[in-house]
């Protein structure tokens, strides 16, 4: 077979599935992390830096997908019946039993807006020896597989909400407009036409 060449880049979502087996290579996959539990303070720090990188790259890939879908305003819905009460925790997802060694069944989701940066302590920094705990780190890797494997369903959902946002800020601009009074329109003066008329008398 002849070598082939690629003429065009690769699209955001073909960067963020390199970049996920890249982190997963050098890291370690979800479940290992919670098997570990601990890891050292200094590659503790260089996952953090991969993981906010890759978690812009996917919320970038999202916004773009969605703003492309440009979908009409939803329509309202009509209001469903409550269902009944759960007969048993299955019924709930809050309530389904998480596995450690099972990332299908871990309650993780993926945030389209970052955490607000934390108050920086004032304790003195942490050196490489010492070990943090990386269940969270764990998680987010997670949310973000679901993220780049479903990302049709989150582009979806994204869309959807941008709808929202813009049907809800038209109904309150207009809601503001017809709220404000109508202000009176009055024709400007009339120029003099005795001063303009009048020759202009240099000063001395």
């Known amino acids: 077979m002849g070598r082939t060449t690629r003429n065009s880049l690769p699209s955001l979502w073909e960067q963020a599935v390199t970049l996920w087996n890249e982190l997963v290579l050098g890291f370690g996959h979800p479940h290992d992390l919670m098997r570990w539990g601990w890891m050292r303070a200094l590659e503790h720090r260089a996952l953090g830096h991969w993981l906010r990188d890759l978690e812009k790259l996917v919320r970038r890939a999202i916004r773009a997908d969605a703003r492309e879908l440009d979908l009409p305003a939803p329509e309202a819905r009509a209001r469903r019946a409550r269902?009944?009460?759960?007969?048993?925790?299955?019924?709930?997802?809050?309530?389904?039993?998480?596995?450690?060694?099972?990332?299908?069944?871990?309650?993780?989701?993926?945030?389209?807006?970052a955490a607000a940066p934390g108050k920086r302590s004032s304790r003195k920094r942490s050196e490489p020896a010492e070990r943090h705990r990386c269940r969270n780190y764990a998680y987010r890797i997670e949310a973000l597989r679901r993220a780049i494997n479903h990302h049709d369903d989150y582009v979806l959902r994204h869309a959807r909400r941008l709808a929202r946002v813009k049907e809800a800020n038209v109904r309150a601009l207009a809601e503001a407009l017809k709220a404000e009074p109508p202000q009176k329109t009055t024709s400007p003066a009339m120029p003099d036409p005795e001063r303009w008329s009048a020759k202009r008398v240099e000063p001395g």
């Not at 019924?91 to 990332?103: A, E, G, I, K, L």
């Open 83 to 113: 269902p009944g009460p759960p007969q048993c925790n299955e019924d709930m997802p809050r309530f389904r039993r998480s596995w450690s060694d099972d990332c299908t069944t871990w309650k993780v989701s993926f945030r389209m807006s």
